[in-house]
């Protein structure tokens, strides 16, 4: 299951052609791991054997409360904190704290089942891109038609078509410029869009129209951070 799960089709992904394509696959991934853990995977001791180990980011211990399932999150919290109580917080302590277990409980702390999935789903993807962006000339033509790709996403792809088993020469260079124009316009349109937001505070631009600006904050906090935020005035 665990390599089926994350085979999102390429079109699913590039298609809809709404929002960056990468917090779209990130979001599927997402989504599905959530589902698998809270559902199918109850089924797979490995899988809980990697659940206890690393534990889960905030966002997703959040959102997998938010789906509901009670007993499934307190089977998997039952284990998980079997395994710090046995492991990671003596039960009687002497002396200094210990430099490998303060080491062991902050990697814990910073480690996610979930988060760890998603990017390796999604470096499976960039293969695909990778791949269908050198070979396949209707693929390039979607992949240019996004309407952006966010700054994290934009970062992530062009690591990893610039390291292994990414891209190379001609090939690397086309897939840098495309991503860049792809991140680089829309920056330059919500630069444009918060100056405008900024200047209809101006008393000199009482009764001008706000054009495109009204959402210009929460537009550029979603190409800063993959997030959009869900206030807004
Ligand atoms: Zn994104
Ligand atoms: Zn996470």
């Given at each position: 299951m665990k390599e089926t799960i994350c085979t999102i089709p390429i079109n699913d992904v590039f298609g809809p052609k709404d929002g960056c394509p990468i917090c779209r696959l990130h979001n599927m991934l997402e989504q599905n791991y959530l589902d698998y853990i809270l559902g199918a995977a109850m089924m797979e001791p490995d899988v809980r054997v990697e659940t206890n180990e690393k534990g889960f980011c905030t966002?997703?211990?959040h959102m997998m409360v938010g789906k509901g399932r009670r007993l499934q999150n307190?089977?998997?919290l039952e284990t998980h904190l079997e395994r710090i109580k046995?492991?990671?917080?003596?039960?009687?302590?002497?002396g200094k704290p210990d430099k490998k277990n303060i080491a062991a409980l902050e990697r814990l702390q910073d480690s996610c089942y979930v988060c760890d999935k998603i990017s390796w789903g999604m470096e499976h993807m960039f293969q695909t891109v990778f791949a269908s962006f050198s070979t396949d000339p209707e693929f390039k033509a979607l992949f240019n038609e996004q309407p952006f790709i966010c700054l994290p996403h934009y970062t992530m792809l062009i690591k990893s078509a610039a390291g292994k088993g990414g891209l190379k020469g001609g090939g690397l260079s086309e897939f840098y410029s495309a991503s860049a124009a792809l991140a680089g316009k829309y920056l330059e349109?919500?630069?444009?869009?918060?100056?405008?937001?900024?200047?209809?505070?101006?008393y000199r631009s009482k009764g001008l129209d706000w054009g495109n600006s009204r959402d210009a904050i929460e537009r550029s906090v979603e190409f800063l951070t993959s997030e959009r935020p869900d206030y807004i005035e």
């Open positions: 966002k997703h211990m307190a089977l998997l046995t492991e990671l917080i003596p039960k009687s302590v002497k349109t919500l630069k444009d869009d918060i100056s405008h937001y900024c200047k209809m505070y101006d």
